[in-house]
């Protein structure tokens, strides 16, 4: 880079940076201001105050606010100057005049929403969206700093992908913010005093800017875990960019730590004037460090290639070890959110799903609200879900050696795996809320054990240790029609045990017919499933007795008057499609085609027997079960039948 380039990147780092720190400075004052109360010290008036454009020195509040308007007036001095710059002297380099010219324009609405909060009387969501637009401003001021110094630096920059835990970490901190805003405007803080309890409870208060608090301080606690997480994570990295990347991520972990920590003592000093507006300026720094983190790990290039650049601007050969990386065609990317979806497995959890919602419409308590079903299916897409990434989080040596998993998030280097464990346990934290405050408790409970039973006993346990993993983990599936029934009920009874039972049969057959069809996989990998340990033969008889075990089961609700005729040969006709395709697998040698059609088949099997439940309920017949005059069972519309004896 010759002197003059030289020079001008160093002009525009220095107003950049002069600007970012106006900005943090402005957010601080902006929140002292909102703290005193000096909001309106001068006024209505806008840009002069009490219409003088000096304020009285006299008057504290005045004063407050005066100096908060002219710490604006020099942040968007520095900004009018960032982008005239840029247009002088950077006009053809858009890496430098993007930041510039969008800082301009986000200026330009920060000076409008500024303009509003005062003719609104600083009314709490106009003063919101005025610090959430700041902290935009701020972030594009630090990303200009950032690459001015790279300019200066001479480094010839290509921008990859962010890491995925960088890119979540600033997301977090952008919703954690928010909310903090969403508190401190609305004077939340009062509703939720005390540390690290909410009031010394573990529920949320019952007022609605409680719960707000509630959240806001959840949320704080999972950004800190997952802060240090990034910055132990890490120490793994290697090669060019790393170093920069380890420092910001150990800056934002210490910021982190420091933000709860003042949030701390502000609540347990009662929240005084002072402390409050620590907590935003470390606030406003934990952001700043966010988004050095986000854009520092852009620049990463570990061992595996993960940012590309082009030869042509990398002269001296900077790439080194990657250069065969760059050579190799490289994988189309992911979106992140994908990924995230993707560990949750959507497709088992329809059906898990399915098996939750259909108990609530045969209960017999009547037809249950949209807002408890949609609360429902939330809940259970979160604890299924939940569980489901943990277990690919502790499954992922072996499913690095399946052909059909090691494409997954996890194995593949999409998303770590401390950042998959933690989204994880979230899930699973966050449905536990939603059962316990929008359902009841006994839902929550069952729901947390199915969740528990999955990740421990069978994950954890089970699968690597027996050939009846499936067997007794599979348990951990039948759980959905529990929480289903209770949420109508509030209690467990002995119809939600037989649908218990049903998935419980069921699963043996489902997955050992994947089983059979994943043999060579599952022995490379080491799993003992029964295929693997127990044969062949041997597993299409198990699959045969299963099933001639499961057929009987689903017809016991009619027998008892539970469920109609309609339910019944829906029940039979479904069950003698299972035992057929099960008869042939046995009878056939080797994994033929009908392995497959079993295993397909067996899941549109239970969600068509569960849909025949919830459509034999809504039939104007069947209500009334009788065999011969002995054993009478009604079936009333307000409950399940209880037997009665006739003479």
Request: glycine share 10%.
């Amino acid at each position: 880079m010759n002197e003059q380039a030289a020079g001008g990147a160093q002009g525009y780092r220095r107003v950049a940076l002069m600007a970012a720190g106006l900005a943090v400075g402005l957010i601080t004052l902006g929140g002292i201001t909102r703290i005193a109360g000096a909001g309106m010290g001068c006024g209505p008036d806008w840009p002069l105050c009490n219409g003088r454009l000096f304020p009285n020195l006299a008057d504290p509040l005045e004063l407050i606010e005066w100096s908060h308007r002219w710490v604006a007036a020099m942040l968007s001095a520095m900004v009018v100057c960032l982008a005239a710059l840029s247009w002088k002297r950077h006009r053809t380099d858009a890496f430098l005049r993007g930041p510039a010219y969008a800082s301009l324009l986000v200026l330009a609405l920060q000076v409008i929403l500024g303009a509003v909060t005062v003719k609104y009387f600083n009314a709490a969501p106009t003063v919101v969206i005025h610090l959430t637009n700041a902290m935009v401003l701020l972030a594009i001021l630090v990303v200009a700093v950032l690459r001015g110094g790279e300019r200066l630096r001479g480094e010839p920059v290509v921008p990859g992908r962010p890491l995925t835990g960088a890119a979540i970490g600033t997301g977090f901190a952008f919703v954690v913010l928010t909310f903090g805003a969403f508190v401190a405007n609305y004077d939340a803080g009062h509703y939720c005093l005390g540390f690290p309890l909410c009031g010394g409870g573990y529920t949320p208060p019952a007022e609605a800017l409680g719960r707000v608090h509630y959240v806001h301080r959840v949320l704080a606690f999972l950004f800190v875990g997952h802060a240090l997480g990034m910055a132990f994570g890490a120490g793994k990295l290697r090669g060019e960019g790393a170093a920069p990347y380890r420092r910001a991520a150990w800056w934002l972990a210490g910021l982190a730590v420091l933000q709860v920590t003042v949030g701390a003592a502000m609540m347990l000093q009662m929240m005084p004037t002072w402390l409050r507006a620590g907590h935003l300026l470390v606030g406003s720094l934990v952001w700043v460090a966010s988004v050095v983190l986000v854009f520092r790990s852009r620049r990463v290039l570990d061992t595996r290639g993960a940012v590309q650049r082009d030869p042509a601007n990398d002269p001296g050969g900077i790439i080194g070890a990657a250069s065969v990386a760059m050579d190799a065609p490289a994988p189309a990317p992911v979106a992140v959110w994908k990924d995230l979806v993707t560990l949750t497995k959507p497709r088992i959890i329809s059906l898990l799903l399915l098996t939750t919602i259909a108990p609530m419409f045969i209960t017999g308590r009547g037809m249950p609200s949209l807002a408890l079903v949609l609360w429902v299916l939330l809940g259970g897409y979160l604890m299924a879900g939940g569980a489901n990434t943990v277990n690919m989080w502790f499954d992922r040596d072996i499913d690095n050696l399946m052909s059909r998993t090691r494409l997954r998030p996890i194995p593949s280097g999409r998303i770590p795996a401390w950042a998959a464990l933690a989204f994880g346990l979230g899930q699973g934290a966050v449905a536990f809320w939603i059962f316990w405050r929008q359902v009841n408790p006994l839902s929550a409970w069952l729901a947390f054990g199915g969740y528990l039973f999955y990740v421990v006993i069978y994950t954890a346990w089970l699968k690597r240790l027996t050939t009846q993993n499936i067997v007794i983990g599979g348990a951990a599936g039948a759980f959905p029609p529990l929480v289903g029934w209770t949420a109508m009920t509030g209690s467990l009874d002995l119809p939600a045990i037989y649908l218990f039972a049903i998935i419980f049969f069921w699963t043996p057959p489902h997955f050992w017919a994947l089983a059979l069809i994943k043999r060579q996989e599952y022995a490379k990998a080491g799993v003992p499933m029964m295929p693997v340990v127990s044969g062949e033969h041997w597993t299409k008889v198990q699959m045969l007795a299963y099933t001639l075990m499961l057929i009987p089961l689903t017809v016991m609700p009619t027998v008892f008057g539970a469920l109609g005729l309609f339910y019944a040969a829906a029940a039979l006709a479904l069950g003698g499609r299972l035992l057929w395709l099960s008869i042939r697998v046995l009878r056939e040698q080797g994994v033929s085609p009908t392995t497959w059609k079993m295993y397909k088949f067996s899941l549109l099997y239970l969600a068509l027997l569960f849909v025949a439940m919830g459509v034999d309920r809504a039939l104007p017949f069947g209500h009334r079960f009788e065999r011969g005059d002995v054993l009478i069972l009604d079936r009333p519309e307000d409950g399940w039948p209880t037997p009665r004896w006739t003479p």
